[in-house]
């Protein structure tokens, strides 16, 4: 039986008891109300306040490297994309890779975002699948055998600006 069919029972208990006792005797009743109802109420509350954390765990110790602010025509040329954008690292060595190579990595992410049309922005849904396309893109910049033996050592896509003007 797990912690969350305990409370269960024991709240189911707890009212059965209240409604014998209150068959017996109203005075008793309401002595017991005024010592179990704050119980009842903390255990209530705790089960509500626990936190479900969706998605992946955080990173233990990130290294950022800011790719910088990005303004790009977006199909169409009714509209402009901008966005900054950061990347989170585990390991220093990939990051260090990756700042060599700074100029490549921002032509990928300026193709990349050039493509996005006004629709896809509009759907707010498409953020997530933006930042995953952009991960496995510049992930795939990254030699398949190399030292810090990860193959994608880029851990998430930060987007510290993402509007259209």
Not at 117 to 138: G, P, Y
Request: charged share 25%; proline share 5%; aromatic share 10%.
């Amino acid at each position: 039986m797990d912690e969350g069919e305990h409370k269960v029972i024991k709240k189911q208990i707890h009212r059965r008891l209240f409604v014998n006792i209150a068959k017996k005797s109203h005075s008793i009743l309401l002595l017991l109300c005024f010592v179990f109802t704050p119980v009842l109420n903390a255990q209530e509350e705790t089960a509500a306040n626990k936190v479900i954390r969706e998605g992946p765990p955080p990173l233990a110790d990130p290294l950022y490297l800011d790719l910088g602010t990005f303004v790009v025509n977006m199909p169409g040329d009714k509209y402009f994309l901008k966005s900054s954008i950061q990347l989170a690292f585990e390991n220093s060595s990939a990051k260090e890779w990756l700042l060599t190579r700074l100029p490549i990595a921002r032509d990928l992410v300026i193709t990349h975002l050039n493509s996005i049309t006004v629709e896809q922005f509009d759907d707010t849904k498409n953020r997530a699948v933006i930042k995953n396309d952009l991960q496995i893109r510049l992930n795939s910049l990254f030699p398949n055998r190399s030292a810090w033996e990860d193959t994608a050592p880029i851990r998430r896509i930060l987007f510290l600006e993402f509007y259209r003007q």
